[in-house]
């Protein structure tokens, strides 16, 4: 039997396999060579990634410094109550630990910069992936950066767009996430990102655009700052309002959409009206000079560190009076540019008929005159003379009518000059009345000072060196030398206080008249203010008065020699007050701070003190640096006798009561106020030198190139009302404080004397017809004690005024030189303690 060749018998052969179809055959040929190129390519990628990280890591920067992160942190000057003053640096930053941003801020930055950075190891690898497509397709350049990886950028790395630095970003980024943790790395950016206006951080954008600590932020509030680190310019709330708006709105629903806040809460939100801060104006109070003055000394101290160094500098500045000094010298000023012819408008712009280019114009026009605190920036859109129309900053229309309209009248007439006339186009001033009426105004061109001191510890608790630091710079408060007028005679009196002199001693109020053979030169004929002589009367009269033939007549019974001696127990300069007869109505020169000083002396019973500004400077953790308290009144400090400071006080007190000053008291009902008026010749200066037993308050106004501020314009009308404004704020809720009388001093009939000088004690009275330093009516002066009167001139001497040079005499009658207008003197030295 024939076997079958199909069997599978153990003896028969294998049958051979049919051939893989070709198509098997091409796939696993395929599959093959593709599994080797990736895996080539894998392994190539890894080499080439582990030789670049082999090369780049150890060129990473040292990171270990951010688990103490220090970023640059500005100066910041605070008052005494803890109100911030001022700030300096590049970077306007609080340093503001996680714990203490509130979760609203974090939630709003998590939502719309990384809503997974809790959950991500520090690399969005799909961001990256379609990132890296965009950008070699050649379009839009993207991104898809984490917040780690933006600390990497922002903290070490530059922010241009290369391979190269991608790389680096990507492994600093994975070294962020070793050693940090998240809540250290959030940290880390929420205050040291750039949010636009100089503000670094969550905490100081807060500060810069509400005004507010980020403690105390909205949701609202909290979205609107969130939208700021994708491009700070672009969606500014105060440059971009529209597009920062819309920004807002976005990061709402985001925030929404993660689950961070309420379908309510959201709605809320939208619906919120914001306050943005629009001025350059960054603090609650202004002291721009305060500020500028701490900076000074603290550089001195601290080089370039003090801008980086996060250092804090508290002072002696109370917020609540300077304040008030702000506001009252603003006032003071602005209510005598009322009065002055009006100058016209700063500027005329061409205003287009198109809506949208007329914006852009206005915004234009405004940019380059910025608001001055309350006297803002307008453009004038229709004018007639009953009326303007005009448009702010901020797009409100305002208008200006009836009494509004007063001060520029001339503008308005159809006879004004072109460089006069108000039209469309022209940039003018404006500000609310005390009625909550728009009235037209302008920057002023006359300048002030006010300064207000401890009389006790020279503690400086306000100062305002001029109508607007962004305007001036200069501090008048401390390098201003300007003539003070009346307001110096009391330091006269005082040197006639130990020379036998009482309050009721009685000078004659009568005509002098110096001819050139005593002057050695022209001859000079001093005048009181009012023309009028009164003759015979008591030295308190005569002060509460103003009265210059008895202040000269003082004079010449001390002697000038003397008296010159004298005023320099109170801080003043000898050389500033010539030897002269002229020095009895105020001819020398001095500053604000220095009569400050002055005063100060009869204020607290005839110590001498230093001003003193600075109690403390911190790190930016808080650490104390520096501490300092002023020396307590001792013996060694001593100007001047108890005796002579508490009878100035009482002559002091009647100016105040009855003189020149009556009004200091009537309005602020209380008699423990002292002072003193001055007025300088032809009106060029205005002084109200004037104290409370705790505070001692100068004001002065003028021009910066003197010239008359108006003929009818004296301290009283001027400087004293300034003063009187401030001291209702100060002064409120401070108890009736009048001086103990000293031992050496008895009260006859009403009156206080030296004991030595008492009536009965043998004590003549001075300034009578035929008394030593006595003159009766037109007839000649006696000369002083120490010889003839004489000032520097020209021709080596002459007199001190003549009837035909009235640049010489005063509105008080006074004939003194005037220090060189460019005179200066160091801040720090009138600082130094």
Known sequence: MASDPSSDSPGSAPAPRRPRPFWQRFLLKSFGWTFGVAFALVAAALAIGGVALAVAYPNLPDIADLADYRPKLPLRVFSSDGVLLGEFGEERRNLTPITEIPQVMKNAVLAIEDARFYSHSGVDYKGLVRAAVANLGRVKSQGAS????????????SSEKTYTRKLYEVLLTFKLEHLLSKDQILEIYMNQIFLGNRAYGFAAAAETYFGKPLKEITIAEAAM??????????????????????????????????????????????????????????????????????????????????????????????????????????????????????????????????????????????????????????????ATPKKIVAVRGNGDQIDIIGEGLRPAQSG?????????????????????????????????????????????????????????????????????????????????????????FTPSTIV?????????????????????????????????????????????????????????????????????????????LGAGSVTPMQMALGYSVFANGGYRINPWLITRITDQKGRPLVESQPPLLNESMRAIDARNAFIMDRLLQEVARSGTAARSQRELKRADLYGKTGTTNDSMDTWFNGF????????????????????????????????????????????????????????????????????????????????????????????????????QGPSGEQSPGSPGDRSMLNADGQAPPRAPADERRSILDLFRN
């Open 146 to 157: 984490t917040i780690t990886m933006q600390v990497a950028r922002n903290v070490y790395l």
């Open 225 to 382: 700052l969130a939208g700021l680190p994708k491009a700070p310019s672009a969606f500014n709330p105060v440059q971009n309002p529209s597009r920062a708006r819309a920004r807002q709105l976005y990061i709402i629903e985001r925030m929404e959409e993660n689950g961070f806040i309420t379908a309510a809460e959201a709605d809320a939100a939208k619906k919120q009206e914001l306050h943005v801060r629009t001025g350059l104006q960054t603090t609650a109070v202004r002291a721009e000079y305060i500020a500028e003055t701490v900076r000074q000394l603290v550089f001195a101290q601290y080089g370039e560190e003090t801008y980086t160094r996060g250092l804090n500098v508290f002072t002696t500045v109370r917020a609540k009076e300077q304040e008030a000094a702000y506001k009252s010298l603003r006032q003071g000023i602005m209510g005598y540019e009322k009065r002055q012819i009006y100058r016209g408008p700063e500027r005329f712009v061409d205003l287009p008929a198109d809506p949208k280019e007329l914006d852009d114009a206005i915004d234009d026009a405004l940019a380059e005159h910025p608001d001055n605190g309350d006297v803002l920036a307008a453009v004038v859109l229709e």
């Open 412 to 500: 308005l007439s159809d006879k004004a000059p072109p460089k006069i006339k108000i039209r469309r186009g022209a940039v003018i001033r404006v500000m609310k009345s005390p009625k909550d009426t728009w009235e037209i105004t302008q920057i002023p061109e006359v300048e002030g000072a006010f300064v207000a001191i401890d009389p006790r510890d020279g503690s400086i608790h306000a100062m305002v060196g001029g109508f607007d630091f962004n305007k001036n710079k200069f501090n008048h408060v401390t390098q201003a030398w300007r003539q003070p007028g009346s307001g110096f005679k009391p330091f006269i009196y005082s040197a006639a206080l130990e020379k036998g």
């Open 508 to 584: 004659n109020d009568a005509p002098l008249f110096f001819g050139g053979d005593v002057t050695g030169g022209p001859p000079w004929e001093p005048k009181n203010y009012d023309g009028k002589f009164e003759g015979p009367m008591p030295l308190h009269t005569a002060l509460a008065k103003s009265k210059n033939m008895v202040s000269i007549r003082i004079l010449q019974a001390v002697g000038t020699q003397a008296a010159q001696d004298w005023v320099t127990r109170f801080g003043f300069d000898a050389e500033k007050h010539p030897p002269y007869l002229t020095m009895a």
């Open 692 to 791: 409370h037993p705790s505070l001692v308050a100068i004001v002065w106004m003028g021009f910066d190139t003197p010239r008359s501020l108006g003929d009818r314009e004296t301290g009283g009308g001027l400087s004293l009302p300034i003063w009187i404004n401030f001291m209702e704020t100060a002064l409120k809720g401070v108890p009736t404080m009048e001086p103990a009388a000293p031992e050496g001093v008895i009260n006859v009939g009403g009156e206080w004397y030296y004991e030595e000088y008492a009536p009965g004690a043998g004590i003549r009275s001075l300034g009578l017809a035929g008394e030593p330093g006595g003159a009766v009516g037109g007839g000649g002066g006696g000369a002083p004690a120490n010889g003839t009167p004489r000032v």
